[in-house]
């Protein structure tokens, strides 16, 4: 993916310079950007996450805007109506399409979570009814992904921002690890900080998503999404809807675990479930262990 993803950047803007953060990959990740130009490199010998990783190139480099690529994504077209957006207003984003070229809908600009919001993703209720009336907020079912405007939420996945945003903000939260919830809370701070974020659908990348998080296991995944999840709540929601999401967190983890269990024909997701009730546990006594970082669930 990697590759691709520097050769649509330069291609499309190359007058930009690219800071590849590695987090210990193993795989060819290294020779594919070390095959490429004008390119700046940082290897580090264990996975930081995806917070930590973003903070350190930013902290490497002096520019003034960042746009922020995962890679498995690539421009489609040249991002300079970003740049313009974003040095304004401080945040800009622009339209995420699928291989065949489809809008990805629900995913490339989602309003804020709300306590409501996570407790239908935890229930299912958001995957066995896409169109209630909770989701289609959330995910902006509502919008016409053609229209330019203000948003709430793009995706971390193709992000602009200014360095002073950035750094008014304190960076991204490292806490959220090793992905997960890390740009929404950096996008909420921003609006709550006074900055707008744009939405640009001229400005197009394809995504083809999910790569980063195959090398994790779907027991890790659960874990580790409930764990940002509940990081995130801890932060943003009032005390008895932080401890609501809680015990919900660890109440759907007894039929997730069941469903996993028939389906892999394993114990792992028994015992994944126990681990994430036990953080949920802890997490409903002190929200301060509402926050992970590397060793956390390995």
């Known amino acids: 993916m990697i590759g691709r993803c520097l050769d649509a950047l330069a291609e499309r803007a190359p007058d930009m310079t690219a800071i590849v953060v590695d987090n210990a990959s193993r795989d060819r990740t290294l020779g594919e950007v070390r095959a490429r130009k004008k390119v ?5 010998d264990r996975n930081l996450g995806f917070a930590a990783a973003v903070n350190q190139a930013i902290a490497s480099s002096d520019a003034e805007q960042y746009l922020l690529l995962n890679p498995d994504v690539f421009l489609r077209t040249n991002p300079d109506p970003l740049i313009q957006a974003s040095g304004r207003d401080g945040l800009a984003s622009g339209k995420l399409l699928d291989q065949t070229g489809t809008a990805q809908r629900g995913f490339t600009i989602r309003r804020f979570p709300t306590p409501l919001t996570f407790w239908f993703e935890l229930c299912g209720l958001n ?7 909770v989701n289609r907020r959330y995910r902006y079912l509502d919008r016409n992904l053609d229209e330019s405007g203000t948003v709430e939420q793009p995706a971390g996945a193709f992000l602009m921002f200014r360095r002073d945003v950035w750094k008014k903000l304190g960076g991204f939260d490292e806490g959220f690890f090793p992905i997960w919830f890390e740009d929404v809370d950096f996008c909420l701070r921003a609006v709550e900080a006074g900055y707008k974020i744009q939405y640009l659908p001229e400005v197009e990348a394809e995504h083809a998503g999910g790569h980063s998080i195959t090398a994790l296991r779907q027991g890790c995944r659960q874990r580790f999404w409930c764990a940002s999840l509940l ?17 919900a967190v660890a109440v759907t983890s007894v039929p997730r675990a069941v469903a996993g269990m028939i389906r892999e024909r ?33």
Do not use: E
């Not at 990081?231 to 015990?247: E, I, M, P, Q, V």
């Open 127 to 133: 995957r066995i009814w896409p169109s209630n009336p």
């Open 231 to 247: 990081r995130y709540a801890a932060k943003h929601f009032t005390s008895l809807a932080y401890r609501g999401l809680c015990l």
């Open 40 to 44: 700046h490199l940082i290897v580090n």
């Open 266 to 298: 394993s114990l792992s997701p028994f015992l994944s479930s126990i681990s994430i009730i036990r953080f949920a546990t802890g997490c409903f006594v002190s929200p301060r262990r509402a926050r992970v970082g590397p060793g956390w669930f390995s």
